[in-house]
């Protein structure tokens, strides 16, 4: 008698260049450096790949009128990283939050908008306090690790904006690389 198995997951499909950044990332994290080192090593590895027209395949550019999408390009087997595209409507946006470990960013395509925050004492408690706004436009990559990782992202441009993510944890098994959202600052809109 045999016993039933769970049907195995969809492969994904990868373009060449996506794959050999996979095996790029592979090297950079698998030296076992620092969170914040291998952000480093993983930005660098990532910025000549983007606006690569052979990076990304039609479907992994498709975006969802409903909310920012997730396309899953690659989750490391024994967890170490997963490398995701996100595509962007004009006006979509997350919500503000910080991650469940380091994470690399780079725009593919478009620009986005990004608020960056810190979590300051206040007497009992904590809040939120806007520090940096900044556009992040095609070709810019940015790296970084918990704690100091809270920010909201958005697309404020006409056209859809594309960008990479790479994080240092299973983002396929997890569903999401966010750790915690956060309530809007008093008064504050998007």
Same mark, same amino acid.
């Given at each position: 008698m045999t016993t039933p198995t769970a049907p195995a997951p969809p492969a994904i499909r990868r373009t060449p260049r996506a794959g050999a950044f996979v095996d790029e990332v592979r090297e950079a994290v698998g030296r076992g450096l620092a969170p914040e080192l291998t952000a480093h090593l993983v930005?660098?590895?990532? =910025? $000549?790949?983007?606006? =690569? $027209?052979?990076l990304l395949t039609a479907e992994q550019r498709r975006g969802d009128p409903a909310s920012y999408r997730q396309h899953l390009l690659h989750a490391e087997p024994d967890g170490s990283f997963s490398v995701v595209a996100l595509v962007w409507l004009p006006g979509q946006h997350t919500a503000i939050h910080d991650h469940v470990s380091w994470c690399v960013a780079g725009v593919h395509e478009g620009q986005e908008r990004e608020r960056r925050y810190h979590l300051v004492p206040d007497g009992a408690g904590s809040r939120l306090v806007a520090v940096a706004e900044v556009t992040n436009p095609q070709g810019s990559v940015a790296g970084f690790a918990p704690p100091g990782d809270i920010h909201r992202v958005w697309n404020a441009g006409a056209g859809a904006a594309i960008s990479l993510h790479v994080y240092g944890a299973d983002v396929g098994r997890l569903g999401s690389s966010v750790r915690r959202v956060y309530a809007p600052p008093k008064g504050e809109a998007l």
């Open positions: 930005a660098e590895r990532l =910025a $000549p790949h983007l606006g =690569a $027209p052979d």
